[in-house]
């Protein structure tokens, strides 16, 4: 990734504090100051020694410019998309071709944000898509909606009416998933053919962890999801194909995000929160830090690292290259 | 709240709503080995979604208080490999002005009342629909002397 640049936040599409200008003030003002600053002079006993070193000032001069200023051209800017309670938003493998739900529809740029275009009129909440950007998935008014064709045609699901859903889609797209937000579980198997599971979900005691399962996880194995007992009780068991990509998970939840080869997720297990990308996972053991991540300093932490032996005691394995029964380790 | 990743993992983007005192405008955190270091950007907002390209270069995040979307890196509106024609037909009271989704990546509808220099020229700013494979505005009201014209950004 590009060097990060701090900038101001604008009001105006397309427009944003750019460090050249910060550069260019720079340039005109410090440079010329420098530059014309008197000679260093020491005073020993009687005898002023005045040095000139010219060569050192242009190399203050140049460490200025380049190091204490903000790097180039790279800078967060307004898109022209349109103002919108926006509630969601997905990107192409390329990040060329945007798509983002929020309550006015779905919206679609194709260029990066430079133009927009209305997909869907449907209020949404939550919007995946596959790796080049055709096939999308979304969720709103308690459905799930697919189109297969960029947004030209859309295909309702219709799960139950109360629910609210977040989705995600592998990266070719044939295996977009939806889990029901508050007391459903449901996963599908491919496009148009949703199937509702609830023989997890809705079974006594275990419900309450399958809950926070959904809530913190979009996962599938081989259209399998289980869980297990174990020397420390309850274990839960989360894995995906590796072309699965992942969905985010907003507000209080935690995160996934697509990943070809390696998972980066975050999840809730009786109490515990953990955070693991590429087989190293980060515990966290109280609710306080969950507090922590959702104000935004649950990031501060994640040097925590620990094995991934120490997660499965709390409840969660990670797994990865598709081997269900492979512990992954530092 | 939310995280993205690049493709392999290393990049991640978190965002969050607000900041550690409620009320105060979220941040934006960046990795780029895979979490183990993370560097707070400068922007503030109301943080709600992100999403990050597979390479990591790309990043696009959602303000939900103040409505807006927001990109980092450059966008890219490549020259078609054709120009896109713009078609015009009256629907009713409405006109119609609709062109090819193929390659409509980085142009825009542009209005002007008159065509005698200097032409001004404006942004038409109705929100444009997709119908089937055409990109769709309509327009209602007045349409008297109105000239437009799709323009490459």
């Not at chain 1, 997909?119 to 998935?137: F, H």
């Not at chain 1, 295996?175 to 079974?203: E, I």
């Not at chain 1, 394995?317 to 269900?324: E, H, I, Q, S, Y």
């Not at chain 2, 780029?32 to 109301?46: I, K, V």
Request: charged share 15%; hydrophobic share 40%; glycine share 8%.
């Amino acid at each position: 990734m590009a060097r990060m640049s701090r900038c101001a936040l604008t009001t105006q599409p397309g427009a944003a504090v750019q460090p050249h200008s910060l550069r260019a003030l720079y340039a005109v003002t410090a440079v010329p100051a420098i530059a014309a600053c008197p000679p260093l002079q020491w005073v020993l006993g009687s005898q002023v020694m005045k040095i000139r070193l010219p060569a050192l000032r242009i190399l203050i001069v140049m460490a200025f410019y380049f190091c204490a200023l903000p790097g180039p051209a790279q800078t967060w800017t307004q898109t022209g998309a349109p103002a919108d309670t926006w509630r969601s938003i997905a990107c192409s493998a390329n990040g060329i071709r945007l798509i983002a739900a929020g309550d006015e529809g779905i919206c679609e740029s194709l260029d990066g944000g430079l133009t927009w275009l209305f997909l869907n009129s449907t209020p949404s909440g939550s919007v995946a898509c596959s790796a080049d950007g055709t096939k999308i998935i979304a969720s709103g008014s308690g459905a799930v909606y697919t189109s297969p064709d960029s947004g030209a045609t859309w295909q309702q699901h219709g799960l139950t009416s109360d629910d609210q859903y977040y989705v995600a889609s592998s990266a070719e797209g044939t295996n977009p998933v939806a889990a029901g937000f508050r007391w459903d579980f449901r996963l599908n198997l491919s496009v148009g053919q949703f199937r509702k599971r609830m023989d997890h979900a809705g079974r006594s005691g275990k419900f309450l962890d399958w809950q926070h399962l959904v809530r913190g996880c979009l996962f599938r194995r081989r259209h399998q999801i289980g869980d297990r007992g174990g020397s420390h009780g309850r274990k839960r068991f989360i894995s995906s194909r590796p072309d699965l990509h992942f969905g985010r998970f907003r507000r209080n939840m935690d995160a996934i995000r697509r990943s070809e080869q390696c998972l980066v997720f975050s999840s809730v297990f009786g109490g515990r929160h953990e955070a693991c990308d590429r087989g190293v996972c980060r515990c966290f053991a109280d609710w306080r830090h969950w507090f922590d991540l959702s104000i935004g300093r649950f990031w501060s932490h994640l040097d925590q690292r620990q094995p991934i032996d120490q997660l499965l005691d709390v409840g969660c394995l990670f797994l990865r290259r598709n081997t269900f029964d492979r512990r992954e380790s530092v | 709240m939310s995280v993205a990743s690049s493709s392999d993992g290393t990049h991640l983007i978190a965002v969050s709503l607000f900041d550690q005192n409620p009320g105060n405008p979220g941040v934006i955190w960046h990795s780029t080995n895979s979490g183990l270091n993370w560097t707070e950007d400068a922007m503030t907002g109301y943080f709600n979604s992100a999403a990050i390209s597979a390479d990591g270069t790309k990043m696009a995040v959602t303000d939900v208080v103040r409505d807006r979307i927001y990109t980092f890196g450059e966008p890219v509106a490549t020259a078609p490999d054709a120009l896109p024609v713009l078609s015009a037909a009256m629907a009713g009271n409405q006109l119609s002005l609709s062109w090819s989704v193929s390659n409509a990546a980085g142009f825009l509808l542009l209005s002007a009342t008159n065509l005698a220099s200097p032409a001004i020229w404006y942004q038409v700013t109705n929100v444009p629909t997709l119908s089937g494979s055409q990109i769709q505005v309509m327009l209602t009201g007045s349409l008297q002397n109105q000239f437009f014209r799709l323009s490459q950004l």
